[in-house]
């Protein structure tokens, strides 16, 4: 069965503090790896697209990474705001497309 | 503000009742995407359509319907309704069938009492 896991459920951060959100997945036909940012209330919010292992992307203070098994959410000294919950998706091609999304990553980020 | 808008925001009703849940696209998309989000399930899908047509099926009910009219926008019929379906529902659009790079509305509350 196909499963995305992502982990820590929570996490609390000073400001400043780098730290990294993971989300592994065991999969059949992945064709993508999406990252999005949740806020209360919100609906998700599109940051990153990744294909294939070894790919890299940035936005401001985020940084995702692509391997085999699993990607990562590097947060580089994070601020008051970027507290939200991170979703991690994979798109599969198996017949169709779809998507599963984990079940994300709380962050707290602390002044 | 992701261009896709859904209606209503709330919606409060009992069980057993019937309840349609709207959603218009981001100019340009052709598919649009339905979700339910629930505390101890995370985002779910539920099912997609594409230019009007049904295009994949997820997780959703028997007692769950929708259809996505000529001018693109989309509804969700919820019936029989119970308590288990209190949940936040998004609809996600995209421009093609691929459903990379999903654009969310805020989503509606349902609490059914």
């Known amino acids: 069965e196909d499963q995305v896991t992502q982990s820590p459920e929570a996490l609390r951060l000073q400001e400043g503090e780098s730290s990294s959100l993971n989300c592994s997945y065991t999969?059949?036909?992945?064709?993508?790896l999406f990252w999005y940012r949740q806020d209360p209330g919100k609906g998700p919010e599109f940051l990153f697209t990744?294909?294939?292992a070894g790919e890299e992307k940035e936005k401001e203070r985020l940084k995702a990474t692509l391997t085999k098994k699993e990607s990562f959410l590097h947060i580089t000294a994070p601020k008051p705001e970027d507290s939200a919950t991170y979703l991690c998706?994979?798109?599969?091609?198996?017949?169709?497309?779809?998507?599963?999304f984990g079940a994300g990553t709380r962050l707290f980020v602390k002044a | 503000d992701s261009g896709v808008t859904q209606t209503p925001k709330h919606l409060i009703t009992a069980t057993g009742q019937r309840v349609t849940l709207r959603c218009s696209p981001r100019?340009?998309?052709?598919?649009v995407y339905w979700y339910q989000q629930s505390l101890d399930q995370g985002l779910q899908f539920l099912i997609q359509?594409?230019?009007?047509?049904?295009?994949a099926k997820g997780n959703i009910l028997e007692r769950f319907s929708a259809q996505q009219f000529p001018d693109l926008h989309s509804e969700l019929n919820l019936s029989s309704l119970e308590l288990g379906d209190s949940a936040l529902y998004f609809c996600?659009?995209?421009?093609?069938?691929?459903?990379?790079?999903?654009?969310f509305g805020s989503g509606t509350q349902l609490s059914v009492l």
């Open positions: 996600a659009s995209s421009v093609g069938t691929r459903d990379e790079k999903l654009f």
């Open positions: 999969v059949s036909g992945l064709r993508g």
């Open positions: 990744l294909y294939s």
């Open positions: 998706a994979v798109l599969l091609h198996t017949g169709g497309f779809k998507t599963i």
């Open positions: 100019s340009g998309d052709l598919s």
């Open positions: 359509y594409y230019n009007g047509e049904e295009r």
